[in-house]
C-alpha cells in the first residue's frame, strides 16, 4: 500500500506530467537545449560544435567518448568537439546531454542524502548504456546509437523519484518506503516522462518493458536489448537495495544464453563497455 507521502510525490507528479505546460525538473536543461538544436534539419556540425562547446561537461564527454576504444578503434586520439562531434555522430550528442544532466543532478546538494544509491545508481546507468551499444550491434543488427540512448535513460524515473522524495524528509529516512516508491514506480514515470520530452516511441517502449519479466529467445528488438543489458547489468551494478530486493532472477535469460556464453559475451564486450562507462563519466 502506497504511503501519504508517496501518494503525494506521484500525485504531484502525475500532474506536472499531464498537464498542457509540462513543469520539468532544472537537471534537464541542458537536454532542452540539445533537443532544440537537433530539431533543425539544417543543422550542421559547426553549430552544435558552438552548443556544446559552450558547456564544459559536455564537451569533456564528447572528446572522452569519442577517444574510447569503442568509437576509435585506430587509436587517433582527437582534442576538438568539431572533430569529436563528426566522430560520434549527432545522435550520440542527445545521449551525452542526458548524461551530463542526471550526473549534475546527482552530485546536487540536494542529493546528499541519497549519495549511496545515487552512486549504483549512476554506475548501473552507464554499464547498461554502453551494454546496450554492445548487444545491438553484435546480437540484434540495430542502431547502436539509439541503443545507448535507450540504456542511458531506461532508469530516468528513479532519478526523477529521487530529486521528488529529496524534499520529504520523512521518505528519506523511511528506506523500505523509498525502495518500494522507486521499484514500483520509476519504469511507468520514465516512461511519461520521455514522453512528455518528445522520445521516439522505440525508446518509449524499451523503458516502460525493461523490468517486466519475460522469456526471449531471441535479442532483435530495442526492448529485447534494453531487457537483457539491465539483467546483465544487474549482476554486478544493480541500483537497488538487495536486503529489500534479493537476489536477482537471470534464469529468463536461459533462452538466450547457457551460462558459458553469457560469460563469453560479456568476457568479449568488456574492452568496450569499460570505455563507454569512462567516457560516460562512471
Sequence with gaps: MTSPVAFKILEDIARDLSGDEVTFPTFLDITFQVR???KNPNLNVEQLAKLVGAEPLMSAKIIRMANSAALNPSGREVADVKT???RVGMEAVRTVSFAVAMEQLLQSKQMQAFEAISRRLWEH???????????ARKMARINGDEA?????VHDIGVFYLLS????FPELVQDKEELHALLVGWHDNIGHALLSALGQPETVLQAVQEHEQDREITEVKSLSDVLYVA????????SWRDKELDGEVDTSMLAGIFDAATLQEVIAESEEEVTSLKQALGA
Excluded: E, P, Q, W
Design 36 to 38: 532544440t538544436a537537433l
Design 84 to 86: 569529436a562531434i563528426v
Design 125 to 135: 546507468t552507464a554499464h547498461v548504456a554502453a551494454l546496450c551499444r554492445v548487444l
Design 148 to 152: 545507448m540512448f535507450a540504456g542511458l
Design 164 to 167: 521528488r522524495a529529496a524534499h
Design 230 to 237: 539491465n539483467k546483465i547489468a544487474n549482476t554486478v551494478s
